[in-house]
Structures are given as structure tokens and as C-alpha cells.
């Protein structure tokens, strides 16, 4: 299946600062990509959907001021948690789909904590 | 409305077949989808299935969906230690392209 890879892989920040996470798709266009934030032991909420080019459309719920997305290019979308404080600790994860638009490959994650 | 129903637990021996269950409430959806996570890491995609098939076979993977019941399965055969894991079942309604996921089955298994 195809690459995503996720940058960082963890990141611990002090509470007020931002933090931003990339999301690139190694072998293939992803003309779609996706946002996720996973509570432990839970299933994977969906934050917002990025076309390229195109600004973000983020789901119920999720202020789109503090999670700011931006997806410039085919294979880069860029996450930043604005002013974060300690409940935006999560792990996030990214997920991107190209041509196949039925197929959705996933990134590793990134663990945040916001201390 | 669109949801996706999933045991949370199972726990199988080293060498037995595990078959994990999904129910979904979208009768039109187009495909449903089988994801494992391991502790800390993403999702792989380990299969997905067409609305329109009944079964998919992949190596020590099958794939049974009975769409009258709405009901999806994924069988593990010979499982062994390093399918422990938490297996996510998932669809894309014909509305859009953002997955609707279960809430994930704990498989364990045990040598």
C-alpha cells in the first residue's frame, strides 16, 4: 500500500504555544487528506477533511481558528494546534487518498502533550 | 443515520482461527474496510470489500459481508502473537469520502 509519513512522531510543548505537525505522502498524490485526533482506547474522531489547494471543512465541534490546516501541495498537509493546552493532548493522526479515492492510507501518528 | 457497531473484545489462542464482527446501518454503502492499529502507530489497511461482493480472500484473511444483515466479518486464520492487535471496521457512505469507523475490537492472543 502506499507511505504516509507523519512529522514529528511525538512532541511535548508547555500550554500557550503552538505546535505544528506534517503529514506527507511518500509514493502517490493525495488530492484528499484527512485530520484524526484518537483518545486512548478509543476509535478515531474525524477533525477535518483538506483538499489541495483548497481551505479545510472541519466537522461539528472542532474550532477551526485553533486547528489550523493547510494543504498547499499533493503530497503535504500541515496540522497546527494554536495556543494548545493540556485537553488538546491526543495522538493525531493524518491519513491522505489519491486518485483511488475509495482507498485512504493512514500516517503513523503524532503523540502531543501539552504540559 | 450512519454507524458502525463492533465488539470491543476478543481473545483467541496461538494457531486458532479469530473472526472479528461488525454491523453497519448504511445499507448504500459502497465500501467497508479493515484496519488494524498497533499500540502507538497508525492505521494499516489490511483489506477492503466492494458492496457489491460477498466475499474476499487475501492469504490468512477473509473477508465475509452479508449485506441483508448488514453485517461485516473479518476471519484471521492461524492467528498468531503479532495479530494482537485492535482491528477498526469502517465504511465510506456514498454522501462523501470520510470513513465512518466502529470503535475498534481488542484482538489478544495467547501462546
Known amino acids: 500500500g502506499a507511505v504516509v509519513s507523519q512529522h514529528p512522531s511525538w512532541v511535548i510543548c508547555k500550554s500557550g504555544t503552538s505546535v505544528k505537525i506534517e503529514c506527507r505522502s511518500l509514493?502517490?498524490?493525495?488530492?484528499?487528506m484527512f485530520w484524526y485526533r484518537q483518545f486512548p482506547k478509543q476509535s478515531l474522531m474525524l477533525m477535518a477533511t483538506?483538499?489541495?489547494?483548497?481551505?479545510?471543512?472541519?466537522e461539528q465541534g472542532v474550532e477551526k481558528d485553533k486547528f489550523l490546516i493547510n494543504h498547499a501541495s499533493l503530497t503535504l498537509s500541515t496540522l497546527t494546534v494554536t495556543s494548545a493546552h493540556p485537553e488538546d493532548s491526543s495522538f493525531y493522526i493524518c491519513?491522505?487518498?489519491?486518485?483511488?479515492?475509495?482507498?485512504?492510507?493512514f500516517g503513523p501518528g503524532t503523540r502531543l502533550t501539552v504540559t | 443515520g450512519e454507524d458502525v457497531e463492533q465488539s470491543l473484545f476478543l481473545s483467541v489462542r496461538e494457531g486458532d482461527s479469530s473472526v472479528i464482527n461488525c454491523t453497519y446501518t448504511?445499507?448504500?454503502?459502497?465500501?467497508l474496510y479493515w484496519y488494524k492499529q498497533e499500540p502507538g502507530a497508525g492505521l494499516q489497511l489490511l483489506t477492503y470489500?466492494?458492496?457489491?461482493?460477498d466475499m474476499k480472500q487475501d492469504q490468512r484473511l477473509t473477508v465475509l459481508l452479508n449485506k441483508k444483515d448488514k453485517h461485516l466479518s473479518l476471519r484471521i486464520a492461524d492467528t498468531q502473537t503479532g495479530d494482537s492487535a485492535i482491528y477498526f471496521c469502517?465504511?465510506?457512505?456514498?454522501?462523501?469520502?470520510?470513513?465512518?469507523f466502529g470503535q475498534g475490537t481488542e484482538l489478544s492472543v495467547k501462546p
Open positions: 491519513s491522505g487518498s489519491g486518485s483511488l479515492s475509495y482507498e485512504q492510507y
Open positions: 509514493d502517490f498524490q493525495a488530492t484528499t
Open positions: 483538506s483538499n489541495e489547494g483548497s481551505k479545510a471543512t472541519y
Open positions: 448504511d445499507s448504500s454503502s459502497t465500501y
Open positions: 470489500i466492494f458492496s457489491n461482493m
Open positions: 469502517a465504511e465510506i457512505p456514498p454522501t462523501g469520502g470520510k470513513l465512518i
